[in-house]
C-alpha cells in the first residue's frame, strides 16, 4: 500500500526508523534533521526541513549500511553543536561510528577519518550515542544475553579509540533486558547510564574518570517488570529524566523516573505504548508521544502530554477501524515502535514521524502550545 | 732497435757477455775472457753478428773459451751473447721462436692474410662499401625500414618481401596474427570473457530482503505453531547465486498474561521453508528461555542466526519463504511477545 501526500504531512515510501529508545533526529546547522533507512538499499540515510513542515528527499549515507528492519533500525545519532556523530550496527553484530559536520545547504561533510568499524566488537543491538560536556563520545550498546556495554572515544575527532578500561560491561546487566539509557551531564564533566533487570533499576555514574558503582535505584523499583525502550536525558540543571515501559499486571505502563535530588516516579499511563520523548532542557517542560498498540482495531491511538506536572494526555489521532488499523486516510500505526519527534521552539511546531511495516511517513502538526522544546539529544 | 736479446726476459739471462777474440774456424767456440767457468752446462744465445738467433748448449767454458755443440761460421770478437738460466727455457724461446713464425705465415697468407682481407673489405660486391649501399638504399635501407616500422599501415600487417623490407615483412606477419580473427588478442580476449567464473571465486554480497514482521503474537501453554509470516526474495543480480542463508530475529518486549512467572517451555524451533518445500530449522529453543515474571513486561531481544540454511535452501527471486514458530509452547498459558520480526539476510555471489 502506498501514502500520498495528505494534508498533513508528506509520505516516504520505503524507508525506516530507529527502535523506540534510540535518537534518529536533532536540529542543525538551521535545519530539521531525520535520521531514517533507505530499505531500497539498507543504507542510512536522511531527510532535512527549513521549516518543520516540508520535508527533502532522502540523501543517503555512502557505506553506513545498518541492514532493512521491520521493527527498528539498529542505530543512534546525536549532535553536539558542531558535529553529528552516528552508531550503527547491523542486526546485533558489532557497533561502527561516524562523525560528520551537518552542513545549512541540507548536505552533510563526512569526517576524514571515514567510518570506524567494530568499536565495540561482538554481538550488540539498541546502540544508543552522546558527547559529554568535554566533547568525548560515548556508545552504549546492548547484546543479548550478557549485558549492556559501554565505551568512551578516547579522541575527540572522528577517529576512535576506545580510552582505558573501556569497552567496559555494565554490574548488574546479565540478565537479558533490554531497556537502558546514558546521559551526559551539562555541569560536570559526567555520565550517567540508568538499566535495569528484574530486581530493579541501576544508575551507574562516571564522574572524572572514575566509576561510582551500580546503584540500586531505591524507592522506585515498584514497577516488578524490566525496563523496555528507554530514554535517559539530562535537563541544563542536570536533572535526569529515565522514561521507560514496564510494569507488572495492572502497573504495566509507561513511567517516568525523574532525578533531581534523589529519584522519583511518576505513572505515565497504565497501558503498553510505545514512547518518544522530549524535553526543554532549560525548564524541564516535558513532551511525551505515545502510540497505543493493542493489535485489534477501533483501539490503537497516538497521543501525547507535556508539561512539567505530566497532566493529561491530548489525543493527536484514534484508529477509525479500518484494517490494518488506519487512523486515518493518511496515517498508519500499526507499528508504532517507529517515530520520532522534532520540536521547533522558534515556530511552535512539532512534526512526528510515524512508520508502518509496509508504509512509512511522517506527519506535521502545529500546535498552539507554546513550551519552548529543543529536540532530545541537543545540548 | 728491437733485436732478439730484447725479446729475452732479463729473468731468463744468467749472463750477458761480448766476445773478447774470434772463435775456432769452425765455429764451435766462442772466446770471453771475463766468463766464469760456472756457466758451462747451460744454454747460450747468440745475439748479433752472422749467427744471431742461434741457441746452443755450453759444453765447456776452459780458461774463457766457451765451447759450444754446433759450428757454422767463426765468431768474431765483439759479438753479443747471454747465457741462459736453466735448460726449460731453451723449450719457452724455441716456442716463441716457432709462434712468431707462424704469425708471420698467417700475415702473408695469400688466402688469409692482411692482403686477402683488403681484398674482401675492397670487394665491389660485398665490401663494405657494398654494404653501405645496401644500408643507405631509398627503398630497402635502414631509413626506409625505419619508415615503414613507423608507419601506421604496418599495424595491419599484410605485405610480403617483394614489396617490403625482410624485416618489415616479419613484423608485417607478427601484426597479422595480432590482429587474427580467429586467435588474435582480440579473439583471445573474447574468449576470456566468456569464461565463467565459479560462483564460489566471486565476491558475496547481502541483498536485502523485506523484514518479515509479526506485531503480536502468544505463545499458549500447549504447543503450537505460529507463522510468522513470508518473505518474498527480490534483488539477486542475474548471473549470481544464494551463497549464505541466515536468519536474524528480534522483538520489541514480552509479557506474561498467565498471571505466573513464565518462560518458553520444551524443544521449540524458528523454522523456514521455502514455497513449499520442507521447513528447516534456523533456531532451536531447549525451554527456559525468556524468563519473564509473573503479569510482567519485560525487555526484548534481538539474536543473529548462527545456522546457514543455504545446505537446505537455495532461494532465487520470486522465491517465498516461510517462518514459523513451530511447537511454540510456554510454562505458563501465555507469554505475549510485541514487534516480533525476523530479518533473511542473504548473501550472494
Same mark, same amino acid.
Given at each position: 500500500?502506498?501514502?500520498?501526500?495528505?494534508?498533513?504531512?508528506?509520505?516516504?515510501?520505503?524507508?525506516?526508523?530507529?527502535?523506540?529508545?534510540?535518537?534518529?533526529?536533532?536540529?542543525?546547522?538551521?535545519?530539521?534533521?531525520?535520521?531514517?533507512?533507505?530499505?531500497?538499499?539498507?543504507?542510512?540515510?536522511?531527510?532535512?526541513?527549513?521549516?518543520?513542515?516540508?520535508?527533502?528527499?532522502?540523501?543517503?549515507?555512502?557505506?553506513?549500511?545498518?541492514?532493512?528492519?521491520?521493527?527498528?533500525?539498529?542505530?543512534?545519532?546525536?549532535?553536539?553543536?558542531?558535529?553529528?556523530?552516528?552508531?550503527?550496527?547491523?542486526?546485533?553484530?558489532?557497533?561502527?561510528?561516524?562523525?560528520?559536520?551537518?552542513?545549512?545547504?541540507?548536505?552533510?561533510?563526512?569526517?576524514?577519518?571515514?567510518?570506524?568499524?567494530?568499536?565495540?566488537?561482538?554481538?550488540?543491538?539498541?546502540? +544508543?550515542?552522546?558527547?559529554?560536556?568535554?566533547?568525548?563520545?560515548?556508545?552504549?550498546?546492548?547484546?543479548?544475553?550478557?549485558?549492556?556495554?559501554?565505551?568512551?572515544?578516547?579522541?575527540?575527532?572522528?577517529?576512535?579509540?576506545?580510552?582505558?578500561?573501556?569497552?567496559?560491561?555494565?554490574?548488574?546487566?546479565?540478565?537479558?533486558?533490554?531497556?537502558?539509557?546514558?546521559?551526559?551531564?551539562?555541569?560536570? +564533566?559526567?555520565?550517567?547510564?540508568?538499566?535495569?533487570?528484574?530486581?530493579?533499576?541501576?544508575?551507574?555514574?562516571?564522574?572524572?574518570?572514575?566509576?561510582?558503582?551500580?546503584?540500586?535505584?531505591?524507592?522506585?523499583?515498584?514497577?516488578?517488570?524490566?525496563?523496555?525502550?528507554?530514554?535517559?536525558?539530562?535537563?541544563?540543571?542536570?536533572?535526569?529524566?529515565?522514561?521507560?515501559?514496564?510494569?507488572?499486571?495492572?502497573?504495566?505502563?509507561?513511567?517516568?523516573?525523574?532525578?533531581?535530588?534523589?529519584?522519583?516516579?511518576?505513572?505515565?499511563?497504565?497501558?503498553?505504548?510505545?514512547?518518544?520523548?522530549?524535553?526543554?532542557?532549560?525548564?524541564?517542560?516535558?513532551?511525551?508521544?505515545?502510540?497505543?498498540?493493542?493489535?485489534?482495531?477501533?483501539?490503537?491511538?497516538?497521543?501525547?502530554?507535556?508539561?512539567?506536572?505530566?497532566?493529561?494526555?491530548?489525543?493527536?489521532?484514534?484508529?477509525?477501524?479500518?484494517?490494518?488499523?488506519?487512523?486515518?486516510?493518511?496515517?498508519?500505526?500499526?507499528?508504532?515502535?517507529?517515530?520520532?519527534?522534532?520540536?521547533?521552539?522558534?515556530?511552535?511546531?512539532?512534526?512526528?514521524?510515524?512508520?508502518?511495516?509496509?508504509?512509512?511517513?511522517?506527519?506535521?502538526?502545529?500546535?498552539?502550545?507554546?513550551?519552548?522544546?529543543?529536540?532530545?539529544?541537543?545540548? | 732497435?728491437?733485436?732478439? =736479446?730484447?725479446?729475452?726476459?732479463?729473468?731468463?739471462?744468467?749472463?750477458?757477455?761480448?766476445?773478447?777474440?774470434?772463435?775456432?774456424?769452425?765455429?764451435?767456440?766462442?772466446?770471453?775472457?771475463?766468463?766464469?767457468?760456472?756457466?758451462?752446462?747451460?744454454?747460450?744465445?747468440?745475439?748479433?753478428?752472422?749467427?744471431?738467433?742461434?741457441?746452443?748448449?755450453?759444453?765447456?767454458?776452459?780458461? =774463457?773459451?766457451?765451447?759450444?755443440?754446433?759450428?757454422?761460421?767463426?765468431?768474431?770478437?765483439?759479438?753479443?751473447?747471454?747465457?741462459?738460466?736453466?735448460?726449460?727455457?731453451?723449450?719457452?724461446?724455441?716456442?716463441?721462436?716457432?709462434?712468431?713464425?707462424?704469425?708471420?705465415?698467417?700475415?702473408?697468407?695469400?688466402?688469409?692474410?692482411?692482403?686477402?682481407?683488403?681484398?674482401?673489405?675492397?670487394?665491389?660486391?660485398?665490401?663494405?662499401?657494398?654494404?653501405?649501399?645496401?644500408?643507405?638504399?631509398?627503398?630497402?635501407?635502414?631509413?626506409?625500414?625505419?619508415?615503414?616500422?613507423?608507419?601506421?599501415?604496418?599495424?595491419?600487417?599484410? =605485405?610480403?618481401?617483394?614489396?617490403?623490407?625482410?624485416?618489415?615483412?616479419?613484423?608485417?606477419?607478427?601484426?597479422?596474427?595480432?590482429?587474427?580473427?580467429?586467435?588474435?588478442?582480440?579473439?583471445?580476449?573474447?574468449?576470456?570473457?566468456?569464461?565463467?567464473?565459479?560462483?564460489?571465486?566471486?565476491?558475496?554480497?547481502?541483498?536485502?530482503?523485506?523484514?518479515?514482521?509479526?506485531?503480536?503474537?502468544?505463545?499458549?501453554?500447549?504447543?503450537?505453531?505460529?507463522?510468522?509470516?513470508?518473505?518474498?526474495?527480490?534483488?539477486?543480480?542475474?548471473?549470481?547465486?544464494?551463497?549464505?542463508?541466515?536468519?536474524?530475529?528480534?522483538?520489541?518486549?514480552?509479557?506474561?498474561?498467565?498471571?505466573?512467572?513464565?518462560?518458553?517451555?520444551?524443544?521449540?524451533?524458528?523454522?523456514?521453508?521455502?514455497?513449499?518445500?520442507?521447513?528447516?530449522?534456523?533456531?532451536?529453543?531447549? =525451554?527456559?528461555?525468556?524468563?519473564?515474571?509473573?503479569?510482567?513486561?519485560?525487555?526484548?531481544?534481538?539474536?543473529?542466526?548462527?545456522?546457514?540454511?543455504?545446505?537446505?535452501?537455495?532461494?532465487?527471486?520470486?522465491?517465498?519463504?516461510?517462518?514459523?514458530?513451530?511447537?511454540?509452547?510456554?510454562?505458563?498459558?501465555?507469554?505475549?511477545?510485541?514487534?516480533?520480526?525476523?530479518?533473511?539476510?542473504?548473501?550472494?555471489?
Amino acid at each position: 500500500m502506498n501514502v500520498t501526500k495528505s494534508a498533513i504531512g508528506y509520505a516516504y515510501d520505503g524507508i525506516n526508523l530507529s527502535t523506540s529508545g534510540m535518537i534518529a533526529s536533532f536540529i542543525a546547522a538551521g535545519l530539521y534533521w531525520i535520521f531514517l533507512i533507505d530499505l531500497s538499499n539498507s543504507k542510512l540515510g536522511f531527510i532535512t526541513s527549513t521549516n518543520n513542515t516540508t520535508w527533502s528527499a532522502i540523501t543517503d549515507i555512502t557505506g553506513v549500511v545498518p541492514g532493512n528492519y521491520g521493527v527498528g533500525g539498529q542505530y543512534s545519532v546525536c549532535f553536539d553543536g558542531t558535529y553529528g556523530h552516528i552508531v550503527w550496527s547491523f542486526f546485533a553484530n558489532a557497533v561502527n561510528y561516524l562523525r560528520f559536520t551537518p552542513n545549512s545547504d541540507g548536505t552533510i561533510t563526512i569526517d576524514p577519518a571515514g567510518i570506524q568499524s567494530n568499536v565495540i566488537t561482538g554481538f550488540f543491538f539498541y546502540p +544508543e550515542i552522546i558527547t559529554d560536556k568535554n566533547g568525548y563520545v560515548w556508545i552504549l550498546a546492548y547484546s543479548s544475553g550478557v549485558g549492556h556495554f559501554i565505551s568512551k572515544n578516547k579522541n575527540i575527532s572522528g577517529t576512535w579509540t576506545a580510552d582505558t578500561g573501556f569497552p567496559l560491561q555494565l554490574n548488574n546487566s546479565t540478565g537479558g533486558y533490554s531497556g537502558g539509557g546514558i546521559a551526559a551531564l551539562h555541569n560536570a +564533566e559526567s555520565v550517567v547510564v540508568v538499566y535495569g533487570d528484574t530486581n530493579g533499576l541501576y544508575s551507574n555514574q562516571w564522574v572524572s574518570g572514575v566509576w561510582v558503582g551500580a546503584v540500586v535505584m531505591t524507592g522506585v523499583n515498584s514497577f516488578g517488570g524490566s525496563p523496555c525502550l528507554s530514554y535517559l536525558v539530562a535537563d541544563n540543571s542536570d536533572n535526569l529524566y529515565f522514561l521507560t515501559q514496564t510494569g507488572v499486571g495492572g502497573n504495566i505502563g509507561s513511567y517516568l523516573f525523574i532525578y533531581k535530588t534523589s529519584w522519583s516516579i511518576v505513572k505515565i499511563n497504565n497501558i503498553r505504548m510505545y514512547l518518544a520523548f522530549s524535553i526543554n532542557l532549560t525548564d524541564g517542560t516535558i513532551w511525551i508521544f505515545g502510540t497505543r498498540q493493542t493489535g485489534s482495531a477501533n483501539i490503537d491511538y497516538m497521543t501525547y502530554k507535556n508539561g512539567v506536572g505530566i497532566t493529561g494526555w491530548t489525543t493527536l489521532y484514534t484508529d477509525t477501524g479500518s484494517s490494518p488499523y488506519v487512523l486515518n486516510a493518511n496515517l498508519y500505526i500499526n507499528v508504532p515502535n517507529q517515530f520520532t519527534v522534532i520540536y521547533d521552539d522558534s515556530n511552535d511546531s512539532y512534526a512526528i514521524k510515524v512508520l508502518t511495516f509496509a508504509v512509512q511517513m511522517p506527519v506535521h502538526g502545529k500546535t498552539s502550545i507554546g513550551a519552548q522544546l529543543k529536540v532530545m539529544g541537543v545540548i | 732497435m728491437n733485436t732478439i =736479446g730484447n725479446a729475452i726476459s732479463p729473468e731468463l739471462v744468467a749472463y750477458n757477455g761480448i766476445t773478447t777474440a774470434a772463435g775456432n774456424i769452425g765455429g764451435t767456440t766462442l772466446v770471453d775472457t771475463n766468463i766464469n767457468p760456472v756457466q758451462a752446462g747451460k744454454v747460450i744465445v747468440i745475439l748479433s753478428g752472422a749467427r744471431m738467433g742461434e741457441l746452443d748448449n755450453v759444453s765447456t767454458v776452459i780458461g =774463457g773459451t766457451i765451447t759450444i755443440g754446433t759450428g757454422g761460421t767463426q765468431i768474431p770478437a765483439g759479438v753479443r751473447y747471454c747465457i741462459l738460466n736453466q735448460l726449460g727455457a731453451v723449450a719457452v724461446v724455441s716456442s716463441i721462436a716457432a709462434n712468431v713464425s707462424t704469425i708471420l705465415a698467417a700475415v702473408t697468407s695469400a688466402t688469409y692474410g692482411n692482403a686477402a682481407i683488403e681484398a674482401i673489405l675492397t670487394n665491389a660486391t660485398y665490401g663494405l662499401s657494398a654494404i653501405e649501399t645496401i644500408l643507405t638504399n631509398a627503398t630497402y635501407g635502414l631509413s626506409a625500414l625505419d619508415t615503414e616500422v613507423e608507419s601506421s599501415s604496418i599495424a595491419t600487417g599484410g =605485405g610480403s618481401v617483394a614489396t617490403h623490407t625482410p624485416l618489415g615483412s616479419l613484423v608485417r606477419f607478427i601484426a597479422d596474427a595480432i590482429n587474427n580473427a580467429t586467435y588474435g588478442l582480440s579473439a583471445i580476449k573474447t574468449a576470456i570473457g566468456n569464461i565463467s567464473v565459479p560462483a564460489n571465486l566471486t565476491a558475496l554480497v547481502t541483498i536485502p530482503q523485506p523484514a518479515v514482521y509479526i506485531e503480536e503474537f502468544g505463545v499458549s501453554g500447549s504447543a503450537s505453531s505460529i507463522t510468522i509470516g513470508t518473505c518474498t526474495i527480490a534483488g539477486i543480480p542475474s548471473g549470481l547465486i544464494a551463497k549464505h542463508l541466515f536468519v536474524h530475529y528480534l522483538f520489541s518486549d514480552r509479557v506474561d498474561t498467565s498471571g505466573s512467572a513464565n518462560n518458553l517451555a520444551g524443544a521449540q524451533n524458528l523454522q523456514v521453508k521455502n514455497n513449499s518445500g520442507t521447513f528447516f530449522t534456523a533456531f532451536a529453543f531447549s =525451554g527456559g528461555e525468556y524468563p519473564t515474571a509473573s503479569s510482567a513486561q519485560m525487555g526484548g531481544d534481538a539474536k543473529r542466526g548462527t545456522v546457514d540454511l543455504i545446505s537446505s535452501i537455495v532461494p532465487v527471486n520470486g522465491d517465498v519463504l516461510t517462518i514459523q514458530w513451530t511447537s511454540a509452547r510456554a510454562a505458563g498459558t501465555s507469554l505475549e511477545f510485541f514487534g516480533f520480526e525476523c530479518i533473511v539476510e542473504l548473501q550472494v555471489g
